[in-house]
């Protein structure tokens, strides 16, 4: 069964859902129900609009057609379908303000519905606009570096189980595209600074433009260097399960980790993992699961696990970053797990030396809190302030420039 057999297709489910507006009339659903129009109106509908079923074993009226265009499916498809709008819909949000975000949204995962309707590019950009604007353009989709032209006519005409998926990291220079608020696109403003951006030119590779088919997407992974995330959809629609790693949070059915978590092991394939595990995931606890649509953003918290797979041909950006409230779990992942960081140019000889310094000179009271909550994430006591950043901490001796890490080449996914 592939994919696209087993999850239901967000433009599919859109056009339902629309066309189904016009069984919503007290009069339309008397009809269909046999009711007096009264009766019906008492029937509180769901938020897609259908009338529950209701005691479908003792009642003389089959009340299905109710459910307009959605009584094609199955019972057991109708109620996952339900679930999954409200699941949900409860962490879809018009917007955010900074303070809103960082009180009470670093932690949870959650969808942006009207920041990205503003970019440019979210306005010019489809399949046929980057083919005719950036085709000879090469770009990194997996192990092989293709022109874009290529890659298009890849995506367009394969049968693949497990597609080819364009992650570069290198597309704002490629296609001379300006990150800021007046220019092409720009970081939804709730995110508040990435403290990444303290090391300028030094720091890890952190936006991507993913591109990819029907099929086409992620497995099991966390981002990299316990950094946040935001993915929005330009065009095309992006299934995605997610899971919490919180000490005792179960792992993602399937997926298995060595103890420093720097080995995971999980189905090969997306399809694999979906007719193996998702059920058994579902009934997870922590899990959240959902479709991101075209012009929306979503969070993916640090630490979360997360499975993604393209619905149907997508162009999406993404951008890692380091909020406030997440800076202790990254100041604790790059001195401590040195040999899976990752993403920094091999000139960085001690990542966390150099974030460390250059906090130091920019946000002094914020390196103090993060280093605090480094101590009592590692259940350690209390150092004084000087112990921890003016060098007399003989853990930290020598950390600075001492090492080689990562590769610009080596691509994670994000």
């Known amino acids: 069964m592939a994919i696209s057999d087993s999850i239901l297709n967000a433009s599919t489910m859109t056009q339902l859902i629309g066309k189904s507006q016009r069984l919503k009339t007290p009069e339309v659903e008397a009809e269909v129900l046999g009711y007096e129009k009264g009766q019906v109106a008492a029937i509180p509908p769901h938020s897609l609009g259908i009338k529950p079923l209701g005691n ?65 590019i979210y306005q010019t950009w489809s399949i046929e606009h980057l083919q005719n604007g950036y085709g000879d353009i090469p770009f990194r989709a997996e192990s092989v570096i293709w022109p874009l032209t290529t890659y298009l006519a890849y995506m367009q005409n394969n049968f693949d189980e497990s ?27 709730c995110f508040g600074e990435d403290l990444f951006s303290v090391l300028g030119p030094h720091r890890p590779d952190h936006r991507w433009l993913i591109i990819g088919p029907e099929r086409s997407g992620s497995t099991f992974h966390k981002d990299p260097n316990a950094t946040s995330a935001w993915n929005t959809v330009i065009r095309g629609a992006k299934y995605w399960i997610m899971f919490p790693s919180r000490p005792g949070d179960p792992l993602p059915p399937g997926v298995f980790v060595s103890d420093d978590q720097s080995e995971v092991t999980s189905p090969l394939s997306i399809t694999e993992w979906l007719l193996s595990f998702h059920a058994q995931a579902r009934r997870t606890p922590g899990c959240i699961e959902g479709i991101c649509a075209e012009g929306e953003v979503l969070h993916v918290p640090s630490g979360w696990w997360h499975l993604v797979v393209n619905l149907e041909a997508s162009i999406a950006i993404t951008q890692n970053f380091v909020p406030e409230a997440h800076l202790a779990e990254v100041l604790d992942f790059l001195k401590n797990k040195p040999e899976q960081v990752s993403g920094f140019a091999k000139e960085v000889a001690s990542p966390y030396g150099l974030f460390v310094e250059k906090l130091r000179e920019m946000y002094p009271e914020l390196l103090r809190i993060g280093m605090e909550g480094m101590e009592r994430r590692r259940g350690g006591r209390k150092r004084k302030w000087n112990e921890l950043v003016n060098g007399h901490d003989e853990s930290d001796e020598g950390t600075v420039f001492n090492f080689a890490f990562g590769d610009r080449d080596d691509e994670d996914v994000p």
């Not at 009642?59 to 498809?77: H, I, M, Q, R, S």
């Not at 080819?164 to 220019?183: A, E, N, Q, R």
Request: net charge negative; glycine share 2%.
């Open 163 to 189: 597609p080819l998926y364009l992650f570069d990291h290198t597309f704002v220079s490629k296609m001379s595209l300006t990150v800021s608020p007046s220019g092409s696109y720009a970081p939804p403003p």
């Open 56 to 120: 479908a074993y003792t009642t003389e009226n089959n009340v299905k057609p109710a459910a307009g265009l959605f009584a094609a499916l199955p019972d057991e498809v109708l109620i996952q379908v339900l679930e999954l709008d409200d699941l949900w819909k409860s962490q879809c949000i018009d917007n955010l303000t900074r303070e809103d975000f960082t009180a009470s949204w670093t932690d949870k995962p959650f969808i942006l519905t009207s920041p990205v309707k503003q970019w440019p």
